[in-house]
T-cell receptor, first 117, second 111 residues
Framework: GAVVSQHPSRVICKSGTSVKIECRSLDFQATTMFWYRQFPKQSLMLMATSNEGSKATYEQGVEKDKFLINHASLTLSTLTVTSAHPEDSSFYIC?????????????FGEGSWLTVV | GESVGLHLPTLSVQEGDNSIINCAYS??????FIWYKQESGKGPQFIIDIRSNMDKRQGQRVTVLLNKTVKHLSLQIAATQPGDSAVYFCAENTYGNKLVFGAGTILRVKS
């Protein structure tokens, strides 16, 4: 079946630095990718919708200058956390869909743990 | 409904018993729901979905019930096994295939 891969699975970075997380669809073209954030023992919160070749659409309250999203190809979206702070430490999860219409199958990545020290 | 800063409730069941996990939503126009299972440190895994033109849908050992009158859906797991231990989320599939996740429920299966 379709696989969505995230890299790195775990990353530790120093406060003030930037870190990039990749989300790849391995065997299908993803016109739309979504980025979620999940704190321990909480639900997934949608951060942004990433469409290939266009600017990402951010959810209310998510700082677009802090969480840079690039969807440069139909198989790759990246999330860059800029000037990271300890409160940015979280589990970041991407999902990918072969279509933007409701009902097209959504595949989730395995998530990336970010720890900012 | 949406979950903001909520901590997850826990359901403990004995192995072999049936589990019922509940989810409420607030928008009467909501018409497409998905249940996900999330194991520790992993991404969500699709279990079953249901659209509002149905009130029941069955899969392998799982049943989803949708009550549009009271805006409630449930996931029933038959003969719960230790491997079912995980966090379960209901999610609403909204426009553009965006998912809005519910608060989630921790399922613990006791052997």
């Amino acid at each position: 079946g379709a696989v969505v891969s995230q890299h790195p699975s775990r990353v530790i970075c120093k406060s003030g630095t930037s870190v990039k997380i990749e989300c790849r669809s391995l065997d299908f073209q993803a016109t739309t990718m979504f980025w979620y954030r999940q704190f321990p023992k909480q639900s997934l919160m949608l951060m942004a919708t990433s469409n290939e070749g266009s600017k990402a659409t951010y959810e209310q309250g998510v700082e677009k200058d802090k969480f840079l999203i690039n969807h440069a190809s139909l198989t790759l979206s990246t999330l860059t956390v800029t000037s990271a702070h300890p409160e940015d430490s979280s589990f970041y999860i991407c999902s990918a869909s072969s279509g933007a219409y409701r009902g097209s199958t959504i595949y989730f990545g395995e998530g990336s743990w970010l720890t900012v020290v | 409904g949406e979950s903001v800063g909520l901590h997850l409730p826990t359901l403990s069941v004995q192995e072999g018993d049936n589990s019922i996990i509940n989810c409420a939503y607030s928008n009467s126009a909501s018409d497409y729901f998905i249940w996900y299972k999330q194991e520790s440190g992993k991404g969500p895994q699709f279990i079953i979905d249901i659209r509002s033109n149905m009130d029941k849908r069955q899969g392998q050992r799982v049943t989803v019930l949708l009550n549009k009158t009271v805006k409630h859906l449930s996931l029933q797991i038959a003969a719960t096994q230790p491997g079912d231990s995980a966090v379960y989320f209901c999610a609403e599939n909204t426009y553009g295939n965006k998912l809005v996740f519910g608060a989630g429920t921790i399922l613990r299966v006791k052997s």
